[in-house]
């Protein structure tokens, strides 16, 4: 295989990666950040803006004598649109007529030209199907292609650039967790992605504040951290609670946030440096190897010849249809013949078919009007299946709570939610107000316990007077465990009800 040139661009700088595969790894040839020149005025033309940035990627590539090559564009966040749907039952054949359906419906004033793209949230045909869609406009790509123009390559590839980290990421480092979280800093930009049993449930773009102050730049990550936790507990397709964070980067330039995490989030976390996964012998590294993350994931998606999950060059489209001209020429010759042998007969054979098509189609009204009523009822027993798996008895859960939580006078429970996991277990978690902070750490030794883990706590200044002084929210995971377990259960008498 050739060279392969990856390049992105955002409002203050460009990053390109060239390198040659080898096997089923990358040498890495030159990697590079390229400052570019600072905007005259808010008021720029698209067509100073594609000039300024395909110029400065004209002069680095020419540099590196990047040649010829595969080439890879990454598109940022800021630069799409996202959708999320939920269609009816369909196969992947169907979808991406569904998509672009629900697309204009949602955005009836997007032009022809925009390109659609979408991943899949679940792969079960027969229920229905969950889908984030990314449309990048006809400006927008317009505009792109401008700059490669002016830099003098052309792409082959249109990628998004937050799907190729994170398949960087799972591709090389094969995290054990169930559940965790990515987070990537590019510039002055964070890209947060949650991943559920492997597939992304969430996924954000935040603005980083312009500061040197490492310690104030580490609390905001902190708090889109907290954000982006807190959103993947509430998805819909059901809760997913992070079990670590992964932070791009060198650990010695991230391990002042690595700790905060750990201490303020009592959540495992660790680094990730995008470069420890290719071959840099010989290559000067960049400052800040967290920013190259896309360029290295789409490269490495190229190696193995993976489908791209989001391609704006080549999204996904219905299957062609077939030839309908070749159709009619053998239904003619077909009507020519059997006009020789007799038009009466033609005649009485097409009568037949036409009422046996319509016995048919009848039929399988009749039969799809029953698998709807079928698929009702199996999402009512799934779900109750679901609750009864859980393996949670909230009565004695609560009171269980009650009797360790401290008394009226010291605190004072304003918000609870109560979720059972499909695996078993549940989460509990509540929000309230405290006389005073200590009693949030005498309150957390009495409810942890083998079936008990504290997740998270947070304490601040309260709202509730001079007699609750302090708020705190509290997340506790609850493990799984036999009814004979809970101390005032008793079961149930035995009746001669039949299932």
Known sequence: ?????????????????????????????????????????????????????????????????????????????????????????????????????????????????????????NDDPTAQRRVAATILSSDRLGEIEAVCSTARVKADRLILRSHAAVSLFVRTTSPSEDVFLLVNPVADEVELNVLAH??????????????????????????????????????????????????????????????????ELSLPAKSFDPFDVVDTRGVDLPEHPERFASLLGMALDEVHDAAHAIDFLHPRKPPKKADRRRMVGIVAAAVVLLAIVGAYLAWDTLATVNAQNLALSIRRRELEALKKQADKQQRTIDAIRAWQAGDVLWLEEMRELSMRFPPRGDALIQQMSMTSNRGGGGTLGFQGLVRDSSIVVRMEANLRDNYHIVHSTRVQEGSGGPDYARRFDAVVRLGRRDKSRYSGYQPPEETDVQP
């Not at 509430?234 to 391990?255: F, H, I, N, P, S």
């Open 1 to 121: 295989m050739a060279n392969l040139l990856s390049v992105e661009w955002d409002r203050h700088e460009a990053r390109f990666v060239l390198a040659v595969p080898e096997g089923s790894s990358l040498k890495i040839r030159a990697a590079a950040t390229i400052a570019l020149p600072p905007i005259d005025s808010e008021d720029d033309a698209p067509a100073d803006e594609t000039a300024r940035v395909g110029e400065a990627l004209r002069f680095a590539l020419d540099s590196a004598k990047a040649g010829r090559g595969t080439v890879l564009v990454g598109v940022d966040r800021a630069s799409v649109e996202m959708l999320r749907f939920t269609l009816p039952p369909a196969e992947d054949a169907e979808l991406p007529e569904l998509v672009a359906n629900s697309v204009l419906r949602d955005l009836p004033s997007i032009d022809q030209a925009s390109v659609v793209d979408f991943v899949t949230l």
């Open 198 to 263: 492997g597939r992304t449930v969430v996924s954000r773009t935040a603005r980083l504040p312009e500061t040197d102050d490492s310690a104030a730049a580490a609390q905001h990550l902190l708090i889109e951290i907290r954000r982006t936790i807190a959103l993947a507990m509430q998805d819909e397709a059901g809760a997913a609670v992070v079990e670590c964070v992964y932070v791009c980067g060198r650990a010695e330039r991230c391990q002042d946030l690595l700790d905060r995490i750990d201490s």
